[in-house]
């Protein structure tokens, strides 16, 4: 079976003090309910673990019966950082659960395509994530003031989320993180880590997230315009 993990459990620090992002209304419904959509619809997924911060549990089991999400789930209580709720979620996971997609929640916009490729790819590789290549230019600064050097790009990825990963792989890699006693943001950098390869998955279609309030306009519209093509 494969299985999604939506990180829930952040504090959003940059939208600004006292907003949670994932209860902002866009388009019609909160961010989160978007993202949850995204997952309950897509046929590649049989199961969703909700990692949420302690206190929200009731919050999310009223979302799923407010916009009649049907697919199994479950809710945990997310750790100190990004990494331990990770793990929290994958504790979670049915013991039938070979592959696994991690998923910011705050990316609302993550096509089943897109899912479902990262699932073929980590299935084959162990490891994938959804990633766009680099087409801006980039400068590298010491002081966040002036320039320093322009950074060849042509090696360069952003990558997004669905992070995804044969279980097994993740687990090894985020037991390896907690033995060095380090913090990462990121679960790709944990595969790096174990010398695990990790495949890239070119993200076709925009897959934004939510950070600051500049996103929402643009996340809105790309909603829109889902909802209407499926409408």
């Not at 994932?22 to 049989?46: M, S, Y």
């Not at 504790?91 to 705050?106: F, G, K, R, Y």
């Amino acid at each position: 079976m494969n299985a999604a993990i939506l990180v829930a459990a952040g504090k959003g620090t940059r939208m600004g003090a006292k907003v949670d992002k994932l209860w902002l209304e866009v388009a019609g419904r909160p961010v989160i309910a978007h993202t949850w959509q995204r997952f309950n619809d897509a046929q590649c997924i049989g199961e969703i673990i909700l990692v949420v911060r302690d206190g929200m549990q009731n919050h999310f089991t009223e979302l799923a019966a407010r916009f009649h999400f049907p697919k199994p789930f479950r809710i945990v209580v997310g750790g100190v950082e990004r990494q331990d709720s990770v793990c929290n979620g994958l504790a979670a996971l049915a013991p039938e659960t070979a592959i696994v997609a991690i998923q910011d929640a705050a990316r609302p916009c993550t096509g089943e395509a897109l899912i479902a490729a990262t699932i073929e790819a980590a299935r084959e590789t162990g490891a994938a994530v959804a990633a766009q290549a680099v087409t801006d230019t980039i400068k590298e600064t010491c002081d966040g003031k002036t320039i320093l050097r322009t950074v060849d790009r042509s090696k360069l990825w952003a990558v997004q989320t669905p992070q995804t990963f044969r279980v097994e792989v993740i687990r090894s890699a985020l037991a390896e993180v907690r033995r060095r006693g380090l913090n990462l943001t990121d679960d790709t950098a944990a595969c790096e880590l174990i010398g695990q390869p990790v495949r890239l998955v070119p993200s076709m279609f925009p897959n934004p997230k939510v950070t600051v309030p500049g996103d929402l306009p643009f996340i809105e519209m790309l909603l829109r315009i889902h909802s209407t093509s499926n409408s």
